[in-house]
């Protein structure tokens, strides 16, 4: 479970808040998708949940555990996903993998059940012992979610997961977590400009616009007998 509590973020000591009394929780075994325009917050959100930027205001619990507080506990029981994500590019994709379960202290057994599973789902068996730097975009994206899922992690945050990534990983991912919440209730929680997996794939969804969270509830009750996409449309103008 994930807690947002009443959390606000400022930047560079601005008066004007990025984010702005936020609160939202995001349940076992759910997925909730968190949408808004470029510079609504999202990944500002994102980050701090994860324990990437402080924040001034609220706080956040993941499992009951505050980021705030203990970082640590709570950073290892979830993974994140950035929409660009930064990798030692000198590396091998597999040496890479393996430096992400040392340290998430992944037992050797677990680690390579995992990797032969979601290299072989995400068509990357064959590039494992590549440098990370003759990597497409869409490629780095693949190494990240394996190397995100390796560790089974208990909530898993993503921002932007879809981007760069071809039809079938796409269906792949969104299968994947679909299997996830129901088979080990796992929290996940993701920010998309796609609105049309969203409103297809999520439990609920939040609209934030200017920092303020403007509508949250169940794909039902946000989108009633429209489309998503129509609603957040229409709430951004």
Same mark, same amino acid.
């Given at each position: 479970?994930? %807690?947002?509590?009443?959390?606000?973020?400022k930047?560079?000591? =601005?008066?004007?808040?990025?984010?702005?009394n936020? *609160?939202?929780?995001?349940n076992d075994g759910?997925?909730?998708? @968190?949408?808004? !325009?470029?510079?609504?917050?999202?990944?500002?959100?994102?980050?701090?949940?994860?324990?990437?930027?402080? @924040?001034?205001?609220?706080?956040?619990?993941?499992?009951?555990?505050?980021?705030k507080?203990?970082?640590?506990?709570?950073?290892?029981?979830?993974?994140?996903?950035?929409?660009?994500?930064?990798?030692? %590019?000198?590396?091998?994709?597999?040496?890479?993998?393996?430096?992400?379960?040392?340290?998430? %202290?992944?037992?050797?057994? +677990?680690?390579?059940?995992?990797?032969?599973?979601?290299?072989k789902?995400?068509e990357?068996? =064959?590039?494992? /012992?590549?440098? #990370?730097?003759?990597?497409?975009?869409?490629m780095?994206?693949?190494?990240?979610?394996?190397?995100a899922?390796? !560790?089974n992690?208990? &909530?898993?945050?993503?921002?932007?997961?879809? &981007?760069?990534?071809?039809p079938?990983? &796409?269906?792949?991912l969104?299968?994947?977590?679909? /299997?996830?919440?129901k088979?080990?209730?796992?929290?996940?929680? @993701?920010?998309? !400009?796609?609105?049309?997996?969203?409103?297809?794939?999520c439990?609920?969804v939040a609209? #934030?616009k200017?920092?303020?969270?403007?509508?949250?509830?169940?794909?039902? %009750?946000v989108?009633g007998?429209? *489309?998503?996409? +129509?609603?957040?449309?229409?709430?951004?103008?």
């Amino acid at each position: 479970m994930i %807690e947002i509590k009443n959390y606000s973020k400022k930047y560079n000591n =601005n008066s004007t808040k990025a984010v702005d009394n936020v *609160s939202l929780t995001i349940n076992d075994g759910e997925i909730f998708a @968190f949408i808004g !325009h470029n510079g609504a917050g999202k990944t500002t959100t994102i980050k701090s949940i994860v324990g990437i930027l402080d @924040f001034e205001e609220g706080d956040i619990l993941i499992n009951s555990k505050s980021i705030k507080k203990d970082p640590i506990a709570c950073k290892k029981q979830l993974a994140y996903i950035p929409d660009n994500p930064d990798m030692y %590019e000198n590396l091998k994709a597999i040496d890479f993998i393996n430096f992400i379960c040392n340290v998430y %202290e992944v037992d050797n057994k +677990s680690r390579q059940d995992s990797i032969s599973k979601y290299a072989k789902l995400f068509e990357l068996e =064959n590039n494992l /012992n590549d440098q #990370i730097s003759s990597f497409s975009h869409g490629m780095k994206q693949k190494l990240a979610i394996i190397s995100a899922l390796c !560790h089974n992690p208990k &909530v898993l945050i993503l921002d932007e997961p879809f &981007v760069g990534l071809d039809p079938t990983s &796409v269906y792949n991912l969104k299968e994947l977590m679909k /299997n996830m919440c129901k088979n080990e209730k796992t929290t996940i929680f @993701f920010s998309t !400009h796609i609105l049309e997996v969203a409103e297809k794939l999520c439990d609920r969804v939040a609209i #934030i616009k200017n920092g303020k969270i403007i509508k949250v509830g169940t794909m039902n %009750e946000v989108k009633g007998d429209s *489309s998503l996409e +129509s609603v957040f449309l229409d709430l951004e103008k």
